[in-house]
Each structure stands twice: as structure tokens, then as C-alpha cells.
């Protein structure tokens, strides 16, 4: 995948993968960070809507672009490649969220 070239970030993406994967990690085998559910809900939280915010960021910018331009990104592997990994980014990040969101419901320790 290109990198400069056509403007995609997919260091930033793989970058922002790395400490959702630590958190969904931890708190999988775990089951809590701080021993606080309201911490470790409002970390996961937040962090899931920073991680999701690129990959929106890259939807938008994708619908705005020129038509042309979008579909011959998409039809080419390293376009279509790009477009994937927001996508696995975007879901991992809303698990996040989820999983925070969760903490939310747990009795206060």
C-alpha cells in the first residue's frame, strides 16, 4: 500500500490498533484495568471513539472526493486494501466502546 502517494495513512491506522488490542486484551483476560468500572468504562470508551474518529475521518473524505478518482482508488488492490483496513479498524474501535460502555453496567467496586 502506498503511503504518500495518494494520501492514505495506514501507519496511523495500524498504530491505533496496537493500545485498543492492549485494552480489549486486558480486560478479556483480566477483566479489569484500574479495579474502577467507571474508569476502565470511560477509558475504553473514549479510547474506542479516537480510534473510530480516523477511519470516519477517511469516509469523509472519500465521499467528498472526486467520483472518478473514489472509484478508481477502489477498484485498484491497494485502494481496496486501504478502504479494508479502516473498516477493521472502525469495527475494532466501536468494540472498544462497547466493552467500555459494558463496564458502565458493572456495580461500582
Known sequence: MTVAADGYRTGRLCMLLLPVALYLGWTAYASAITGVSRIDGG???????????????????????????????????????????????????????????????NPAL
Open 43 to 105: 477509558a475504553g470508551v473514549l479510547l474506542g471513539l479516537f480510534t473510530c474518529a480516523h477511519p470516519a475521518a477517511n469516509a469523509i473524505d472519500l465521499i467528498f472526493k472526486d467520483r472518478r478518482a473514489t472509484r478508481r482508488m477502489v477498484s485498484q488492490w491497494d485502494g481496496l486494501g486501504w478502504v479494508l483496513l479502516n473498516l477493521v479498524v472502525m469495527l475494532i474501535g466501536w468494540m472498544a466502546i462497547v466493552v467500555g460502555a459494558a463496564f458502565f453496567s
